[in-house]
């Protein structure tokens, strides 16, 4: 029995250390699901390539808390097959019966698995990590969903751009995507070089990749934009939306304000 008690410890542990590593790296700028994705990947050893995973590795703040929990992920997953084993093999001369054994074993599986996927337990458990980690560490908070306000119908999103795209071999003054509520965060070249916050005299080539930040609907139309008459028109047409959507969004300011100067009074 005290086989199993140990295994149930070190499971508890190994959600506590993902939950803690996954809010240090969201307080770096990933989103939450990435931060959850890249810290069980850690914890469990399982091997990823992907842009997102080196984007992590080479964040020095990031790579620091991928590496402790890797330490720990080798050793809590040693030791809980280590417990596993001894579980069954009765090595400690208990006289519990293999069922009775195997019940405190799935019993105790539940419990875990419907704490470590309650969202009020999550919810706790993260304001208190965040409360320790904002006394006793220099993590770099950098909220980005806040920052740029994506719940709102915004996004930031990777583009590739293709011969014969609407964009491609034009410079950004040409393309006019600040009209279209279009701001274009950074370019990677096809020979890797990355472009910070590209001005006007950039030119967009065929295999570059975009950061953009915008309106969801907007990057989404762009994408498929193809360099013909009919691409000139969707321009317009968008052109002519973001002015719609800044007037609406001027209009539901100064209402704003007039509301609140009138409360003042």
């Not at 799935?106 to 980690?133: E, F, K, P, Q």
Request: neutral net charge; aromatic residues 4%; charged residues 20%.
């Amino acid at each position: 029995m005290a086989a199993i008690i140990s295994l149930l410890i070190v499971l508890t542990l190994s959600i506590l250390f993902t939950r803690i590593a996954t809010v240090a790296l969201s307080r770096t700028g990933l989103s939450a699901e990435a931060a959850r994705f890249q810290a069980r990947s850690a914890f469990t050893g399982v091997g990823f390539t992907t842009t997102e995973s080196e984007k992590v590795v080479n964040h020095p703040v990031r790579r620091r808390v991928l590496m402790i929990l890797m330490l720990l992920g080798n050793a809590g997953v040693v030791t809980a097959i280590s417990s596993l084993i001894l579980t069954f093999m009765d090595l400690d001369g208990s006289a519990e019966p293999v069922g009775v054994k195997l019940a405190v074993l799935i019993t105790g599986l539940v419990i875990l698995w419907a704490v470590a996927t309650s969202n009020w337990v999550d919810l706790h458990i993260s304001r208190i990590i965040r409360w320790a980690l904002d006394r006793y560490t220099r993590l770099e908070v950098q909220d980005v969903m806040s920052l740029l306000h994506l719940a709102g119908g915004c996004r930031v999103s990777q583009i590739n751009v293709h011969e014969g795209d609407w964009m491609a071999d034009r410079k950004l003054s040409e393309l006019g995507l600040p009209a279209e509520g279009i701001l274009v965060l950074g370019i990677t070249r096809k020979t890797g070089k990355y472009l910070t916050a590209p001005d006007g005299s950039t030119e967009i080539l065929p295999n570059d990749q975009l950061i953009l930040y915008g309106r969801s609907s907007a990057i989404d139309k762009l994408q498929t934009r193809k360099r013909d008459a009919r691409g000139d028109q969707d321009h317009a047409e968008a052109v002519a939306e973001q002015e719609t959507v800044v007037q609406r969004e001027k209009a539901a300011d100064t209402e704003q304000q007039r509301q609140e100067g009138t409360a003042e009074h």
